[in-house]
T-cell receptor, first 113, second 115 residues
Framework: KAGVTQTPRYLIKTRGQQVTLSCSPISGHRSVSWYQQTPGQGLQFLFEYFSETQRNKGNFPGRFSGRQFSNSRSEMNVSTLELGDSALYLC????????????FGPGTRLTVT | SQELEQSPQSLIVQEGKNLTINCTSSKTLYGLYWYKQKYGEGLIFLMMLQKGGEEKSHEKITAKLDEKKQQSSLHITASQPSHAGIYLCGAEIGAGGTSYGKLTFGQGTILTVHP
């Protein structure tokens, strides 16, 4: 079974631009969670989607948004990029027959210049 | 302060030595996950513990969740260079809807294994 995939793997953007990251969960998984990882703050939860609905949200500004499609694929969008948004963005899927374990993708490395 | 504290922050051991990493919370943990990460890459799922007193093993790695469900330990027996990486504990803190899909992570333990 294929794992969680994320595209693109690397991205360089300029301050003020917006960016969209994509996550395809493991087949059969209906929950997708997004995390931001930085050296200073570590891994922080952004939001979680289940059956196209956002069920949980972390403490991030409204510039960070997401959505989930009927096939469980998810996207997250960051508008008006700031230098501090440079990070590794990870998505995780869960909810298959195995239960609640979250399986992570390889991440998207975003650099804002 | 961190909701989930890991110790030590870094660990350097000689190949063949045993080691333990701890993960402590001031709140009850409803699910405790251990992951391994190579720098800049995704997290590799190791084990999940839910019941107080639960212990799971995979190859040379054993994880335990204490009876009160507020502390977990990860023990590696006869460490090898392939064990090197960043070990992260993640937990569901808070029951019900507040924890949907949300894991709170410790700051990580950097493990170096010298051959």
């Amino acid at each position: 079974k294929a794992g969680v995939t994320q595209t693109p793997r690397y991205l360089i953007k300029t301050r003020g631009q917006q960016v969209t990251l994509s996550c395809s969960p493991i087949s059969g998984h209906r929950s997708v969670s997004w995390y931001q990882q930085t050296p200073g703050q570590g891994l922080q939860f952004l939001f979680e989607y289940f059956s196209e609905t956002q069920r949980n949200k972390g403490n991030f500004p409204g510039r960070f948004s997401g959505r989930q499609f009927s096939n469980s694929r998810s996207e997250m969008n960051v508008s008006t990029l700031e230098l501090g948004d440079s990070a590794l963005y990870l998505c995780a899927s869960s909810g298959g027959q195995g239960g609640y374990e979250q399986y992570f993708g390889p991440g998207t490395r975003l650099t804002v210049t | 302060s961190q909701e989930l504290e890991q110790s030590p922050q870094s660990l350097i051991v000689q190949e063949g030595k045993n080691l333990t990493i701890n993960c402590t919370s001031s709140k009850t943990l409803y699910g405790l996950y251990w992951y391994k990460q190579k720098y800049g890459e995704g997290l590799i799922f190791l084990m999940m513990l839910q019941k107080g007193g639960e212990e799971k093993s995979h190859e040379k790695i054993t994880a335990k969740l204490d009876e009160k469900k507020q502390q977990s330990s990860l023990h590696i027996t006869a460490s090898q260079p392939s064990h090197a990486g960043i070990y992260l504990c993640g937990a569901e803190i808070g029951a019900g809807g507040t924890s949907y899909g949300k894991l709170t992570f410790g700051q990580g333990t950097i493990l170096t294994v010298h051959p």
